[in-house]
C-alpha cells in the first residue's frame, strides 16, 4: 500500500518561507495527483494546492489564500512532491497533509476521491 510521508513543517516567523515535502514509498507519485490539505486549530479541513499526475501538461490548483504566495512541484526522479510557502501569515499555522487520488479539481481539493493520506507536518507562523 502507497505511504505518504511529509516533512519540512517548523516554526517560522511572519513572513518567512518553509518547503514541505510529500514523499512515497510503494508507488510512483507521478501516477496519481498529489494534494496538500491543512487543519488549523478549531478548523475545518481545507484543501491548500494540488498537483496533476505527470503527462505533457501538468495542472495545478490553489485555494485563493495560497495563489501568489505556495507553489506546489514535484520532483518525479525522487518521487517527491514539495509545498513551497513564501510569505507565511498567522493564518497559515496548522497541520498540513499529503493525500493522494486520481483527480487535481475543485471537488478533489474539498476532499473527494483521496485513495491515500499522509499523518501530517505541523507548521507553526509566529513571532
Known amino acids: 500500500q502507497l505511504q505518504l510521508l511529509e516533512s519540512g513543517g517548523g516554526l517560522v516567523q511572519p513572513g518567512g518561507s518553509l518547503t514541505l515535502s510529500c514523499a512515497a514509498s510503494?508507488?510512483?507519485?507521478?501516477?496519481?495527483?498529489i494534494h496538500w490539505f491543512r487543519q488549523a486549530p478549531g478548523k475545518e479541513h481545507e484543501g491548500v494546492s494540488c498537483i496533476s499526475q505527470s503527462d505533457t501538461y501538468t495542472r495545478t490548483r490553489y485555494v485563493d489564500s495560497a495563489k501568489g504566495r505556495f507553489t506546489i512541484s514535484r520532483d518525479t526522479a525522487k518521487n517527491v512532491v514539495f509545498l513551497q510557502m513564501n510569505s507565511l501569515k498567522s493564518e497559515d499555522t496548522a497541520v498540513y497533509y499529503c493525500?493522494?487520488?486520481?483527480?487535481?479539481?475543485?471537488?478533489?481539493?474539498?476532499?473527494?476521491?483521496?485513495?491515500?493520506w499522509g499523518k501530517g507536518t505541523r507548521v507553526t507562523v509566529s513571532s
Open positions: 510503494r508507488l510512483s507519485l507521478a501516477a496519481l495527483s
Open positions: 493525500a493522494a487520488g486520481p483527480y487535481c479539481n475543485t471537488n478533489s481539493l474539498r476532499g473527494e476521491n483521496m485513495d491515500y
